[in-house]
């Protein structure tokens, strides 16, 4: 089954919930944006 490209709007996209996380944030963001994330939601 073929999946149509055009259907979704981003490749990959991350949900998460984060409390008291302000001093790792940068590091866990880049982190993901080297895994390919495109799209954030926290």
Same mark, same amino acid.
């Given at each position: 089954? +073929?999946?149509? *490209? #055009?259907?979704?709007?981003?490749?990959?996209?991350?949900? +998460?919930?984060? *409390? #008291?996380?302000?001093?790792?944030?940068?590091?866990?963001?880049?982190?993901?944006?080297?895994?390919?994330?495109?799209?954030?939601?926290?």
């Amino acid at each position: 089954m +073929a999946v149509d *490209k #055009n259907l979704f709007l981003h490749d990959l996209a991350v949900v +998460a919930i984060m *409390k #008291n996380e302000g001093p790792y944030i940068k590091e866990w963001l880049d982190y993901h944006l080297l895994a390919g994330v495109d799209h954030f939601y926290l």
